[in-house]
């Protein structure tokens, strides 16, 4: 693509809020690779299990909200996380393609004075990375990790629902796949691949959600994974920070290092562990780092 | 006695922007694939909250002891990619989840982020914590949201008559 452009980032407030260093390492990527990204005041998305759940027009008028900030730019927006992307993806779909809540919600936005025009896209993360191609990013690739067996985990809202948000394949994505071999990994095959992280669930109640998590991990631990690498701030925190609680459900334990693939990344292209944060990890690195000859 | 409430089923059928959810021949695929109903078959299943839905059997649905019954849905999506009929069945929960909250039914995480929304602008809102430790990994702060405008967006939709605000 010979255009330039420069997307208007958001990282939502899970990952600038609570764990900024995945962004750390998504703005040392992005910076690397060349591509452009401004930031914005933005609201938070809104959350599309939370928020939804409680309000769908709240929800609706604060995701077109958003939108109208980088439409204001003229600029698309590239997402950090999963339910960012799905939430401002599906608000600006639906608006789209149902002139009713479009006059319903602009009716709303007339207040603060602003008009969901629909005239920008939205990317995932992944999308943006995958089109500049996995041949072109194993260029900028100094740290090989050949040998390294990794459970790639997408996620729900990144491919789901694949008519509106026309990612990758629903139940087989592959883009993650190809954008980890980049680095000379291995994704594996794992039966609870596109199982979901539990996330969702735990928000009403803990013990289903930490055995679909227990039953996640112990498919991959048993398919031979060294880590697991994910694109989304709240399967991230899921799974790094409840590891134990999921072993404690299950009669098992659970040690496996999870790694955003922007994490990944800049260990690949040589960028030093400590700049990154890793050390703000709950799931430790250090075993890791070790044996990847990277401490 | 059952009884059929017209205007529930009326809400849930509008919702559905593909007005799919009546060809719905209850093939149960999507309680098949559901991973919640795998763990706890007793208390979550899709396939019955899409029945009594479209039959406007609202009493089967709301009110009972356990309101995991439309709570235990993690989001996945999962079903909404196998239904045969192309109902997106999430969509449909997510106006039941709405009249659940509005009836104060729902598990109060949803209410607390709600309210931190509509307080902050962000479902997290910025800690000093996390603030130097975002200058310790060089990132620039992170821009305020303008309040006052999600307040007025929040006010007109009337989320803070439904939390409380």
Same mark, same amino acid.
């Given at each position: 693509?010979?255009k330039v452009?420069?997307y208007?980032?958001?990282p939502? /407030? ?8 995945i962004?750390?390492s998504?703005?040392?990527?992005f910076?690397?690779?060349g591509i452009?990204?401004? #930031?914005a005041a ?7 299990v939370g928020?939804?759940? =409680?309000d769908?027009t709240?929800?609706l008028?604060?995701?077109a ?11 698309d927006i590239?997402?950090l996380c999963n339910?960012?992307?799905q939430?401002?993806?599906?608000v600006?779909v639906e608006?789209? &393609?149902n002139? !009713?809540?479009?006059e ?10 602003k ?6 896209n ?6 943006v990375?995958?089109?500049?191609? %996995? ?5 900028f690739v100094? !740290? ?5 067996k990794?459970?790639?985990h997408?996620g729900?809202? @990144?491919?789901r629902?694949s008519? *509106?948000v026309q990612?990758?394949?629903?139940m087989e ?7 980890v071999?980049?680095t000379g990994?291995? %994704?594996?095959? @794992?039966?609870?691949?596109?199982l979901?992280?539990?996330?969702? =669930? ?5 013990? %289903? ?10 498919s991959a ?7 697991f690498?994910v *694109? ?5 925190q ?9 072993g404690?459900?299950?009669?098992n334990?659970f040690k *496996? ?13 040589g960028m &030093? ?5 890793l050390?703000?990890h709950r799931a430790?690195l ?8 990277l401490? | 006695?059952?009884?059929i ?5 009326k ?7 593909? #007005?799919?959810?009546k060809y719905? @021949? ?5 309680t098949d694939v559901?991973p919640v ?7 979550y299943? %899709?396939?019955?909250?899409?029945? &009594?839905s479209?039959? $406007? ?8 002891d356990?309101?995991f019954?439309?709570w235990g849905?993690?989001? /996945?999506?999962? /079903?909404?990619e196998? /239904? ?6 999430t969509?449909v ?5 709405n009249i659940?909250?509005?009836k104060g039914?729902?598990p109060?995480?949803?209410? +607390?982020?709600?309210?931190? +929304?509509y307080?902050? $602008?962000?479902?997290i809102?910025p800690?000093p914590a996390i603030e130097r ?6 990132l ?6 303008n309040?006052?405008e999600?307040?007025t ?7 803070n008559k439904?939390i409380?605000k």
């Open positions: 693509m010979a452009e420069e208007k980032l958001f939502g /407030c899970t990952i600038g809020n609570r764990i900024p260093f962004e750390a998504a703005r040392k990527v910076d690397k690779l452009k990204t401004s #930031d933005f609201a938070c998305c809104p959350d599309p928020f939804n759940s =409680v769908h709240s929800w008028a604060m995701g909200h958003n939108l109208t900030l980088a439409e204001a730019e003229g600029k590239v997402s339910g960012c992307f939430t401002l993806k599906l600006n608006l789209n &393609n002139e !009713h809540e479009k319903k919600i602009n009716k709303i936005l007339k207040g603060i004075g008009v969901f025009k629909g005239s920008i939205v990317k995932h993360f992944v999308e990375l995958h089109d500049y191609g %996995p041949d072109k990013i194993k260029e100094t !740290h090989d990790f050949s040998g390294l990794v459970a790639c997408t729900c809202h @990144y491919n629902p008519e *509106i990612t990758d394949d629903p994505p592959v883009k993650l796949r190809e954008l071999a980049a990994a291995t %994704p594996i095959d @794992y039966s609870e691949e596109m979901c992280c539990g996330s969702g =669930v735990g928000n009403t109640e803990e013990a %289903p959600s930490m055995q679909m998590l227990a039953n996640k991990f112990s631990v048993k398919a031979g994974a060294d880590v690498v *694109i989304c701030p709240a399967c991230f899921q799974m790094d920070t409840n590891q134990k609680k999921a404690t459900q299950s009669n334990e *496996i290092p999870i790694l955003y693939l922007t994490e990944l990344f800049a260990l690949s292209f &030093n562990p400590d700049e990154l944060g050390k703000f430790r250090t075993d890791f780092l070790e044996k990847n000859g401490k | 006695m059952v009884v409430d017209y205007e529930f089923k809400k849930v059928m509008d919702a559905h922007i593909h #007005d799919a959810l719905c @021949y209850q093939c149960n695929r999507c559901c109903a795998d763990l706890a078959p007793n208390r299943n %899709p396939r019955n909250l899409i029945l &009594n479209f039959l $406007g059997l609202r009493e089967n649905i709301f009110g009972g356990d309101s019954n439309i849905c993690t989001m /996945c999506d999962t /079903c909404d196998i /239904c045969p009929q192309k109902i997106e069945l969509g929960f997510t106006v039941l989840k659940s909250i509005a039914e729902g109060e995480y949803y209410t +607390i982020q709600a309210s931190a +929304i307080d902050s $602008g962000k479902a809102p800690q430790r975002r200058e310790q990994l060089g620039p702060k992170v821009e305020a949201p309040i006052e999600v307040k967006i929040l006010n007109e939709t009337k989320l439904i409380n």
